[in-house]
């Protein structure tokens, strides 16, 4: 059973950084695709970042090159370094986790990121 706690949220400033991390209980970390999406009031969440195996990476357009995803396979922990921070990156960040063999997925609670201008 796989349990994601996020941490790392809070208030910055427009141009600001943050790093948020994500640590994961489940043994079996390092087979899973983790993934980070956020969700704004109103909206639906999307997909900010994800980290395979291999480490392959993909980001949101709106992310490329201002956000750094990460994983830490001994530590069970996925990290997303956010740079050059903007008002509308304001949402929910919610870690996932994805096991491919199965089809399945598994969700932390999110953390608040809150940029002002």
């Known amino acids: 059973q796989v349990q994601l706690v996020e941490s790392g949220g809070g208030p910055v400033q427009a141009g600001g950084s943050l790093r948020l991390s994500c640590a994961a209980s489940?043994?079996?970390?390092?087979?899973?695709?983790m993934g980070w999406y956020r969700q704004a009031p109103g909206k639906q969440r999307e997909l900010v970042a994800a980290?395979?195996?291999?480490?392959?990476?993909s980001y949101a357009d709106s992310v490329k090159g201002r956000f750094t995803i990460s994983r830490d396979n001994a530590k069970n922990t996925v990290y997303l370094q956010m740079n050059s921070l903007k008002p509308e990156d304001t949402a929910v960040y919610y870690c996932?986790?994805?096991?491919?063999?199965?089809?399945?997925?598994?969700w932390g609670q999110g953390t608040q990121v809150t940029v002002s201008s």
């Open positions: 980290i395979r195996s291999g480490d392959r990476t």
């Open positions: 489940d043994i079996s970390f390092s087979t899973y695709v």
């Open positions: 996932n986790a994805h096991w491919p063999v199965w089809s399945r997925d598994y």
